[in-house]
């Protein structure tokens, strides 16, 4: 389905920005 092959998508995009904005805080 296209719908979960997007939602995939999004979840890792969304996790890696969630990482960048950690480390922008850790720093």
């Known amino acids: ?3 979960l092959s997007d939602a995939k ?3 890792n995009i ?3 920005l ?3 904005v950690r ?3 850790a720093t």
């Open 23 to 25: 480390r922008k805080l």
């Open 18 to 20: 969630l990482l960048h």
């Open 9 to 11: 998508m999004l979840i």
């Open 1 to 3: 389905m296209l719908i």
């Open 14 to 16: 969304v996790m890696g």
